[in-house]
């Protein structure tokens, strides 16, 4: 039983990462190499981004009752399998506009039949008393896989480059990162097969509804659901915000390509420790207010990156500020879901109701490529980061303050609650 479990967690974990990795590893953690090998700006970048923000938007949407309507383990495995095969099409470093639409291909298969099933597999692999360790081992456990295919994909790009920054040509940048989207895009798929064979199906949290939209009116009706999106939508700003940290260190913090793909990398080993903490506070006291705490530590953070410059006294203050913006990110993702468990939400209208929560809460993938892109190239080099982290800055600032609308709205009178009753079953 316990090695069951085991397995079935850590299946949910390698197929929650590896279904994001070539849309995200690629350029998370090799940005620079990726913005000379397809020789595109950060404004095109973030406009490919776009493009995967609003196909997944409605992706998840559309595709997130379907979660309570049929199986995980086949919903995730055929997402997998079509998003490798992608994979196989990057590795050919087609043009801007067919970037674009691979994309939006991928924003399909990530978003539509395998996000609501895989947070529905959790919720039930977590059961009624340990839904922030649940989550927070899931997005812990996303994070050391990150951190270490991400540093063998490092070592790939270091059999190509030179670590002489001036001795790197277009042809090694492509051949290494055309080697590391064919590695990610086997992992890819092998993690279908760990699906398939280590996920169960447990008919008993499927719902009876024929329509797979049945719940969504009911969930939309929740004002909780609406705050819930809020807090999302903030905290996942804070994520989109650690894909420009490899860029960051080559032209802020003067590192190679190689030292900076390992700086993002190492940001990846804070995940596990922060969403097991996270997971564990979130169990012991609240979910809401760890969130809460989380979002002032951002405000802080950012705010010194948003100020200091790499001289002999602030780069310490700045590598402390980048550490904690990764742990406190991370804590974010780690127990966010967790919130579906503290305002009373019935498993069978989990998928429904991640379909609600993640078509508003992941809007940052529409717009957030596209805004911190423009502010890179409206001013190059330190002053256009400084604007980026200030720009975070604002962003973390609302968190506080949805986070605290939430808190208030859980806190309703448990008669004001009791209306609700149809919802509740």
């Known amino acids: 039983m316990i090695v069951a479990r085991f397995l079935r967690i850590t299946a949910l974990i390698l197929a929650g990462e590896m279904i994001f990795a070539l849309p995200f590893h690629t350029q998370r953690f090799f940005r620079p190499t990726m913005l000379e090998a397809f020789d595109i700006s950060n404004t095109q970048l973030g406009d490919m981004f776009a493009a995967y923000g609003v196909v997944a938007m409605f992706s998840y949407f559309i595709g997130g009752p379907f979660a309570d309507r049929y199986s995980a383990r086949s919903l995730m495995a055929v997402s997998l399998v079509l998003t490798a095969l992608g994979g196989l099409y990057m590795a050919t470093f087609p043009g801007v506009w067919e ?25 039930d692999w977590g059961g009624a008393a340990s839904q922030g360790i649940a989550f927070g081992i899931l997005d812990g456990g996303r994070g050391l896989a990150a951190a270490v295919f991400g540093a063998i994909a490092v070592g790939i790009l270091a059999l190509y480059l030179p ?61 909780l659901i609406w705050a819930q999106a809020g807090v999302i939508i903030c905290a996942y700003c804070g994520y989109k915000g650690l894909d420009n940290y490899s860029l960051y260190a080559v032209q802020v913090l003067n590192m190679n390509e190689i ?66 913006t990764f742990f406190a990110v991370f804590a974010l993702r780690g127990i966010y879901y967790a919130l579906l468990e503290e305002t009373r939400t019935p498993k069978h209208l989990t998928g429904a109701s991640v379909a609600v929560i993640a078509f508003i809460g992941y809007t ?62």
């Open 99 to 123: 970037m674009s639409a691979l994309y939006g291909f991928w924003g399909l298969t990530t978003a539509f039949l395998f996000w609501a099933a895989l947070i529905k597999a959790t919720r």
């Open 163 to 223: 670590t002489e920054t001036a001795l790197v040509t277009d042809l090694d940048r492509r051949d290494g990162l055309r080697n590391i989207i064919l590695y990610y895009s086997l992992i890819t798929l092998f993690c279908a097969g760990i699906v398939w064979f280590l996920v169960p199906h447990h008919r008993e949290t499927v719902s009876e509804h024929h329509n797979p939209f049945a719940g969504v009116p009911e969930v939309m009706r929740r004002p």
């Open 259 to 324: 030292d900076a793909a390992m700086f993002a990398t190492y940001g990846a080993y804070v995940r596990p420790v922060a969403c097991v903490i996270a997971g564990l506070i979130a169990d012991r006291f609240d979910s809401a207010r760890s969130i809460c705490v989380m979002f002032v530590m951002l405000v802080a953070s950012y705010g010194v990156l948003a100020v200091a410059t790499p001289d002999a006294t602030a780069l310490t203050l700045i590598y402390a500020s980048v550490f904690v």
């Open 364 to 425: 940052p993938e529409v717009f957030f490529g596209p805004v911190t892109g423009r502010i890179l190239d409206a001013n190059p080099g330190v002053p256009g980061h400084l604007n980026y982290f200030a720009f975070l800055v604002a962003v973390s600032v609302v968190g506080v303050l949805v986070t605290l609308l939430l808190i208030r709205l859980n806190k309703r009178p448990r008669a004001e609650a009791q209306t609700d009753g149809a919802f509740y079953g």
